[in-house]
């Protein structure tokens, strides 16, 4: 059973940057896709960025293209998204799923979740 480990949220001033990272606790974590999505209260859980397992092909959410990197080391286990010119509108509990099935942005293709790490963004 693949776990997830996110780290690296806080709290931030508008224009500032973050790294997350997301560390799987998996033996074959190379062969799984790999998603970023977002949960501010109150609201739905939205996709921000995927990274494939094969070619380490990339899909964004518009909102966040330009600003927000994801990125893979295989040999570490590790997920990143490089989040840049953040804004208070972004902030909300981030958090890396895994699928073994096609580069999707809805979170019902993703199949394990870690706990999330906490983005705050203050004006």
């Known amino acids: 059973q693949v776990q997830l480990e996110e780290s690296g949220g806080g709290l931030v001033q508008a224009g500032g940057s973050l790294r997350l990272s997301c560390v799987a606790s998996?033996?074959?974590?190379?062969?799984?896709?790999m998603g970023w999505f977002r949960q501010a209260q109150g609201n739905e859980r939205d996709f921000m960025a995927a990274?494939?397992?094969?070619?380490?092909?990339?899909t964004y959410a518009d909102s966040v293209k330009g600003r927000f990197t994801v990125s893979r080391d295989n040999a570490k286990n590790t997920v990143y998204l490089q989040m840049n010119n953040l804004k208070p509108e972004d902030t909300a509990r981030y958090s890396c799923?895994?699928?073994?099935?096609?580069?999707?942005?809805?979170?019902?293709?993703?199949?394990?979740w870690g706990q999330g790490t906490q983005v705050t963004v203050s004006s």
């Open positions: 799923a895994t699928s073994l099935g096609p580069l999707g942005t809805n979170y019902k293709e993703y199949d394990i």
């Open positions: 998996a033996r074959y974590f190379s062969n799984y896709n």
């Open positions: 990274i494939s397992w094969e070619n380490f092909a990339t």
